[in-house]
């Protein structure tokens, strides 16, 4: 069974931090491409970031450069997104995707509030 499951979502302070996890079973994650998307409310799912694969450079959506960093284990079969200096418009739910040609694996998304 194919699960792919976020978590780390919350409520922050302008400025502040939060690491957010995904954990993926049913299938090996050293295949896929692995994304993290973002929604906010009333907007387009919006890609965050992008690693390919461990040893790879990441891509970033210009507005998180150098403020969030991704990774992945896949080993552990895990990926994860580091965000530092959060700002009220970086609110929105995160999703965890990863990908092949054939397969689109989709998580549940965590919510991240950005206020003060």
């Known amino acids: 069974q194919v699960q792919v499951v976020e978590s780390g979502g919350g409520a922050v302070q302008p400025g502040g931090s939060l690491r957010l996890s995904c954990v993926v079973s049913?299938?090996?994650?050293?295949?896929?491409?692995t994304n993290w998307y973002r929604q906010a409310p009333e907007k387009e799912r919006e890609l965050v970031a992008t690693?390919?694969?461990?040893?790879?450079?990441?891509n970033y959506a210009d507005s998180v450069k150098g403020r969030f960093t991704i990774s992945r284990n896949d080993i552990k079969n895990t990926v994860s997104l580091q965000m530092s200096n959060l700002k009220p418009e970086d609110t929105a739910v995160y999703y965890c995707?990863?990908?092949?040609?054939?397969?689109?694996?989709w998580g549940q998304g965590t919510q991240v509030t950005v206020s003060s």
């Open positions: 995707n990863a990908k092949t040609n054939t397969y689109d694996y």
């Open positions: 690693i390919i694969r461990s040893g790879v450079t990441p």
């Open positions: 049913g299938f090996s994650l050293s295949t896929y491409v």
